[in-house]
């Protein structure tokens, strides 16, 4: 018998390979591994492959959903939340509905809570659809409104999927089950919230990186046990942990600790996302095995599948024909509203100026000059924000050619099969349903995965964004950080990171350029370490104007993420050669 230590070791192998192999022939790395795990299966001396459900269902979905959900980019999030919320939550109930009762009228003996319960696990859409039409140069708004959906329909899913399993064994009743859905969205959301919070505070007392990594890692577990105790959806509570740690990331942890969890959940993330392809492929034999002796064969499963995939899609290009007109609409009226928020700014403008000229005229509300100013602060503020974001939904409009690209990248993939893998193994019919499962997965990976590309030219839309920001948007980014460390060392506010202030003459030299020292400087190890220290301490300034450009919604999330990536990593650049110099 092979030693299971090295069954792993082989498969972290093959998943890293895989990644890497795959793109080079234009092949999707998950399909790299399906192919892989299936011919495996297929030799003569390996014996039937089965992994528990409980193995998918809490060692790998609440680790995988928190690390996709702590890179939601929270601005363009916010935008259309609505418009994700919609494809999240009523696209996957209305596509599990329409599935369950396709499932229940040809299924002979399935039951509709069975059948409801394949259609919940039908419904979500993968990620692997935002990874490629990343490369696609597809427009932002669409990648992020695949992102989210991607991210928060795989909730929407398995608390259905939950519901309508635990409504097997229990019967039916609708009053039950939608007070069942509700209690455990409630419940994860609040648990979910407080753990993200937790998290944060905890953390950023921690200053060893490597210990800081390691705490992370339990996160969504702490996240999903203990909602799961409570009856509520760990999976759901695992998404919201990661989006409260997400975006208070970049206020509360150093740029050691942010880089070392964004790389090691990189590739927890591609390891486990890998595996369960892997396994999948494992486990096709017996799955294919159980079908034949059945079923008399695999076309009562494939019929099943090829129509339950079509369903899905004509449910999917429905929905966002109606949402693309919904927000036509939207658009228009947006117009109008820009309107009023330019003649809001005009008058909070008017209103400055009389205050700035006689305070005292304006009675109470001038008797206390700071919570004046800081309630016109703030209005200019929301004001800002409010023409940004009209701004982002005049410049990212969503068409009829966005819609396509929308209803074409819904590919199934990693949760479908780990959903699949989660029924009961007393569930009627479980070879059946996962045959299916897997075959509907298979065939959306391959046919919309492979055709995506041509999709996207036909329509026109390559090239109509990009991965990334633009190098017109990152310069602007640039001239305000810049702007902001000047302003900081004009000022004389900086300070060493033992709290003594800088020389004034050191300051004046540096002026609105912080350089390096010229090779004729007389005292130039002394001078170089108090530039390098200047240095340092302007990033503090520019990572606290980071701070509030983010929240005025000018910059997309990718701009401001590139500049803080690069905050950090002139810090830690910065840091080394001043602590290489002490030694």
């Not at 004034?504 to 220290?533: C, I, K, S, T, W």
């Amino acid at each position: 018998m092979i030693d299971p230590l090295l069954l792993v070791l082989a498969g972290v192998v093959v998943v890293a390979l895989a990644t890497v192999v795959g793109p080079r022939f234009n092949v999707a790395g998950p399909l790299v591994l399906l192919a892989v795990g299936a011919g495996v299966s297929l030799l003569p001396f390996v014996a039937p492959f089965a992994v528990n459900p409980e193995v998918i269902l809490v060692g790998v979905l609440p680790p995988l959903l928190y690390s996709a959900a702590v890179q939601l980019p929270a601005i363009e999030f916010r935008r259309d939340f609505a418009p994700i919320a919609g494809l999240s939550v009523l696209l996957v109930v209305f596509s599990s509905l329409v599935l369950g009762v396709f499932f229940w009228a040809v299924i002979p003996d399935l039951g509709f809570a069975l059948a409801i319960a394949l259609g919940a696990i039908l419904s979500p859409t993968d990620a692997v659809a935002t990874s490629i039409a990343k490369r696609l140069g597809i427009s932002p708004r669409v990648v992020t409104m695949l992102e989210g959906e991607s991210l928060l329909n795989d909730a929407t899913a398995l608390v259905l999927l939950r519901t309508a399993v635990a409504a097997v064994a229990s019967g039916f009743a609708f009053g039950d089950a939608l007070a069942d859905f509700v209690w455990a969205v409630v419940i994860a959301l609040a648990f979910g919230a407080a753990i993200g919070w937790a998290n944060l505070r905890v953390r950023e007392r921690v200053s060893n990186s490597a210990a800081n990594t390691a705490l992370s890692f339990t996160i969504p577990f702490l996240a999903y046990l203990p909602t799961e105790h409570l009856g509520g959806s760990g999976l759901v509570a695992a998404v919201v942990a990661g989006i409260v740690t997400g975006q208070g990331a970049a206020r509360r942890f150093t740029p050691e600790q942010r880089i070392s969890d964004r790389l090691n959940w990189r590739t927890v993330e591609l390891i486990l996302e890998g595996g369960v392809f892997l396994v999948f492929g494992l486990e096709l034999k017996d799955i294919v095995g159980a079908n034949l002796r059945e079923h008399e064969g695999l076309w009562h499963g494939t019929w099943l599948a090829l129509s339950a995939l079509g369903i899905v899609l004509i449910v999917r290009a429905l929905y966002v024909t109606g949402l693309i007109g919904l927000q036509a609409r939207h658009s228009r009226r947006h117009t109008r509203h820009q309107d009023r928020i330019e003649g809001a700014q005009q008058r909070l403008d008017r209103f400055e100026e009389a205050y700035r000229e006689a305070p005292e005229q304006f009675g109470e509300r001038g008797a206390d000059p700071v919570r004046t100013e800081r309630r016109i602060g703030w209005m200019r503020a929301r004001i800002s924000r409010t023409m940004a974001d009209l701004d982002y939904y005049r410049d990212s409009p969503l068409t009829a050619r966005h819609g396509t690209v929308i209803v074409w990248a819904g590919m199934r993939g990693v949760v479908t099969l780990a959903a699949a893998q989660t029924l009961p193994e007393d569930t009627p019919q479980r070879p059946l349903l996962i045959f299916v499962a897997f075959l509907v997965a298979l065939f959306s990976l391959v046919a919309q995965g492979l055709t995506l590309s041509p999709v996207v030219r036909a329509v026109g839309l390559t090239g109509d964004g990009g991965e990334g920001p633009t190098r017109e948007e990152q310069r602007a980014l640039n001239a305000e950080l810049r702007d902001a460390a000047i302003s900081a060392v004009r000022s004389g506010s900086l300070a060493r990171r033992d709290g003594e202030p800088f020389p004034a003459d050191l300051v004046e030299r540096a002026g609105a350029r912080l350089v390096q020292p010229p090779d004729d400087d007389v005292d130039a190890n002394a001078r170089a370490r108090d530039l390098l220290e200047l240095r340092l301490a302007s990033i503090e300034a520019m990572r606290k104007r980071l701070g509030d450009l983010s929240r005025g919604g000018r910059f997309s999330t990718a701009a401001l993420r590139h500049a803080l990536a690069e905050l950090d990593a002139d810090q830690l650049s910065l840091e080394l050669r001043i602590d290489g110099d002490d030694d």
